[in-house]
């Protein structure tokens, strides 16, 4: 591998450098109002990335997982019905989470490279009249496949079936990257990690209540420890934590919040729309396919690429890193081996985008498929000239 080259992961993501600098600090003490100049600032900065007046931001040292446990824990009790998709590895994880704590889970198996089943989700609702259904789960952009699902239409669902079950949505792969509405959509618990649109390293689960979700908080018989967002909330009255946080994360949060906010989310989430367009039409021109169903569902921080019947698309992975110390992303589950993923969040340009799409090719030319090196480049060159990136000056 090497320290140069940009990743194309689907997270962590590449670290501007000037968050570099902000989580590189001397140690401050974590129970003074200095650290309070770092907390609030990045609770607000989060509040509003998510686009919500109003929701309870808790941010722990952990890292996306940790911000599903949280979300279920604060709010369910043992034995609680959840309704969930499975429609990819990572909606998969959470789903076994449910189970691991005791929960009911009505999984709807969706097909992957598919979206969230919102009709279906309104009939099983609709069908619920006893409201056992305490909690939908959704996950905004499913990581493993490059698709990203309409949580406004799973908000529909609950809201025609006139249906109170709290809306958990994982926006690890999607916040601070593609359009989040906390507020629009009726979020309940919203879910992200510092190492994917946050453009930091790992170490921050970060996640954002609902007024509703604070009070299932009074019910919930989960158990909880760590992630307890009331022990969390009483420290934040004192500008601390129950536990030692980890303050240079925070200020980098507070410092990514900053820049982002600066650019103007709708910038941001653009500049994510307009890398990703470059990256499918390479993906075209190599006649390849996405993952992805439809348009409709294509992911702008992920695509997931399918290689010909009998290729193991993980190969182009391994290449990539021994040959050109560049990383790609793997198939996992159900499509391990059939397709590889380009990341393409956090901080990227189009000339780091293309440096991408011209690896990729060299890794698939040197593993005998039948690629034109150059294609993919030139066909997201062209897109690119033709949709100049607003500098940055426009862009603020
Ligand atoms: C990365 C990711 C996770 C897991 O987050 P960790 O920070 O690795 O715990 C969960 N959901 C989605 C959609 C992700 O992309």
């Known amino acids: 591998m090497s320290f140069q080259n940009p990743v194309f992961i689907p997270g962590p993501t590449n670290i501007p450098e000037s968050l570099r600098k902000a989580c590189d600090m001397p140690t401050i003490d974590h129970r003074s109002p200095l650290f309070g100049q770092i907390l609030h600032p ?4 989060v509040r509003k990335v998510l686009k919500s007046e109003s929701a309870e931001v808790f941010i722990f ?19 609680d ?20 704590h005791g929960l009911t889970v009505e999984v709807v198996e969706t097909p ?62 999607s916040i601070a ?19 994917k649109g946050f453009m930091l390293p790992p170490g921050l689960a970060i996640v954002g209540f609902s007024d509703k979700a604070m009070a299932a908080t009074k019910t919930a018989k989960l158990p909880r420890t760590f992630f307890d967002v009331h022990d969390m909330a009483k420290g934040y009255a004192n500008n601390a934590y129950p536990y030692t946080p980890a303050v240079g994360l925070l200020n980098g949060l507070n410092e990514a919040c ?25 993906v075209r021109a190599w006649g390849l396919e996405l993952c992805a169903a439809a348009p409709e569902v294509y992911s702008d921080t992920v695509s997931a690429i399918c290689t010909p019947e009998g290729f193991n698309a993980t190969d182009i992975v391994s290449h990539a890193a021994q040959t050109y110390g560049v990383a790609f992303g793997t198939g996992l589950g159900e499509v391990a081996g059939k397709v590889f993923r380009i990341g393409h969040l956090g901080s990227l340009t189009d000339v780091m985008t293309l440096s991408g799409l011209a690896t990729a090719e060299m890794c698939m030319k040197d593993l005998g498929l039948d690629i034109t090196l150059g294609s993919g480049v030139a066909a997201a060159q062209d897109f690119y000239r033709a949709t100049p990136a607003l500098t940055r000056k426009e862009a603020a």
């Open 42 to 45: 990045a609770r607000e900065g």
């Open 61 to 79: 040292p952990s890292t996306g997982t940790g911000g599903w446990e949280t979300a279920l824990s604060n709010t369910l009790s043992p034995g």
């Open 81 to 100: 019905t959840v309704l969930a998709a499975r429609n990819g590895m990572f909606s998969h994880r959470w789903i076994d989470m449910c189970q691991r």
């Open 112 to 173: 992957w490279g598919q979206g969230l089943p919102a009709t279906r989700y309104a009939e099983i609702l609709a069908a619920d009249k006893q409201h056992r259904i305490k909690a939908v789960l959704a996950t905004h952009n499913e990581t493993a496949t490059g698709v990203r699902s309409d949580i406004a239409a799973v908000r529909r669902a609950l809201d025609e079936a006139g249906h109170p079950a709290l809306l958990f949505v994982d926006g690890v792969s």
């Open 177 to 195: 990257s593609m359009d989040f509405r906390f507020d629009e959509w009726g979020v309940d618990c919203a879910v992200t990690g510092s190492q």
């Open 258 to 282: 900053r820049m982002l906010l600066d650019e103007g989310l709708e910038n941001v989430f653009a500049r994510h729309h307009r890398i990703a367009e470059g990256v499918r039409a390479a």
